[in-house]
T-cell receptor
Framework: GAVVSQHPSRVICKSGTSVKIECRSL??????MFWYRQFPKQSLMLMAT?????????EQGVEKDKFLINHASLTLSTLTVTSAHPEDSSFYIC?????????FGQGTRLTVV | AQSVSQHNHHVILSEAASLELGCNYS??????LFWYVQYPGQHLQLLLK??????LVKGIKGFEAEFIKSKFSFNLRKPSVQWSDTAEYFC??????????FGAGTTVTVRA
């Protein structure tokens, strides 16, 4: 099956700093990448959709200047949480689209203190 | 608005019991339907999917789901669960693009 690598799996950062999350599709190319956020006991909420080489499309209520997405290649996408605050603490999951099927990274637990 | 509903938040059952998890969606058009499972500490994994054809879909690990268009439902079933089926189960729907909309998830706890 398709292999997706997401790093880091856990990160703790101070309020006001930035955190970069990487997502790699190791054995397939992903033109489209989805980024999700999951709060405790809630479902995955789509944050943004990015296509390789293009600007990401953000869902309503998601600040594009706060959550910077770069999808510079077909195997790598990054999400940078800028000037993180405690309310940004959450579980972030990447999902590269391989053909017509979406695969998922293992997620990144972000804690902002 | 398009939405996905999972009826059960937490299900607790014993090994060998039968499992059925409900999933309903609100949309009158063509949909693609999925069930994902997330075992503790692991990635989301695809259990099964329905795009078209036979509405009874068989997936991995003995799971199956039935698409009932008239009821806007895609319930997941397993005749006899094992302790290893303890996990979080998510129903997901693609309504009219590539974006997945997820239900809230159901935690299934199987007691040995």
């Amino acid at each position: 099956g398709a292999v997706v690598s997401q790093h880091p799996s856990r990160v703790i950062c101070k309020s006001g700093t930035s955190v970069k999350i990487e997502c790699r599709s190791l054995d397939f190319q992903a033109t489209t990448m989805f980024w999700y956020r999951q709060f405790p006991k809630q479902s995955l909420m789509l944050m943004a959709t990015s296509n390789e080489g293009s600007k990401a499309t953000y869902e309503q209520g998601v600040e594009k200047d706060k959550f910077l997405i770069n999808h510079a290649s077909l195997t790598l996408s990054t999400l940078t949480v800028t000037s993180a605050h405690p309310e940004d603490s959450s579980f972030y999951i990447c999902s590269p689209l391989g053909g017509t099927e979406a695969f998922f990274g293992q997620g990144t637990r972000l804690t902002v203190v | 608005a398009q939405s996905v509903s999972q009826h059960n938040h937490h299900v607790i059952l014993s090994e060998a019991a039968s499992l059925e998890l409900g999933c309903n969606y609100s949309y009158g058009g063509t949909v693609n339907l999925f069930w994902y499972v997330q075992y503790p500490g692991q990635h989301l994994q695809l259990l099964l999917k329905y795009f078209s054809g036979d509405p009874l879909v068989k997936g991995i690990k003995g799971f199956e789901a039935e698409f009932i268009k008239s009821k806007f439902s895609f319930n997941l079933r397993k005749p006899s669960v094992q302790w290893s089926d303890t996990a979080e189960y998510f129903c997901a729907v693609i309504f009219n693009d590539y974006k997945l909309s997820f239900g809230a998830g159901t935690t299934v706890t199987v007691r040995a």
